[in-house]
């Protein structure tokens, strides 16, 4: 038999600190579950981008999820260097703004590897990892260890993929 919707109600008016409580618990559940996907999403993205610098659309993913770039600073710098396709200046990241700045400086390194012939693909990432300080961030906002778990599992990928021959071209490409 079904409780009556008043006893319900009168039950969160009586006890309504423990109702916010839950409410915030599962608030805040949610919120970091959020974040951790949009962390591992970034990262999948950074690694399968990072062969093709002109695309921009996957690349303001990378810098906003890892980076943390605004929205706001993505769209004028977008718009800036050629419209609602642009990129960004990928061989002077000078000439943007910070974060932009930092974050491209960062990645340019990786841009220019992608397309050498022979750069181990295991390597690549790994170095990648550390340049963004991926790892750092993960724990971060992920102290139980999921996303990690997700960041071991693509570079597993990458090592693997790595022993077939395959360079960071050739695995974003398969992407």
């Known amino acids: 038999m079904a409780l009556p919707l008043v006893y319900n109600l009168e039950s969160v008016r009586a006890r309504w600190r423990t109702t916010i409580v839950a409410i915030l618990g599962i608030a805040g559940t949610v919120g970091v579950f959020v974040a951790m996907l949009a962390l591992a999403k970034g990262f999948q993205a950074a690694l399968m981008t990072s062969g093709d610098p002109d695309n921009a659309f996957e690349w303001v993913g990378v810098l906003r999820e890892i980076f943390g770039v ?63 300080r991926l790892e750092e961030k993960i724990r971060l906002v992920d102290p139980s260890g999921g996303v990690a778990g997700e960041l071991e599992r693509l570079l597993a990928q990458a090592a693997e993929r790595g022993w077939e021959g395959a360079g960071p071209r050739d695995w974003w490409r398969d992407r």
């Open 70 to 132: 605004s929205d706001a600073l993505l769209a004028v710098e977008r718009k800036r260097e050629g419209g609602a396709q642009g990129g960004f200046n990928w061989a002077d990241p000078e000439v943007h703004p910070e974060p932009l700045r930092g974050a491209l400086a960062v990645l340019r390194p990786f841009i220019l590897k992608a397309q050498d012939e022979g750069v181990s693909l295991e390597r690549f990432c790994a170095e990648l990892v550390k340049a963004t």
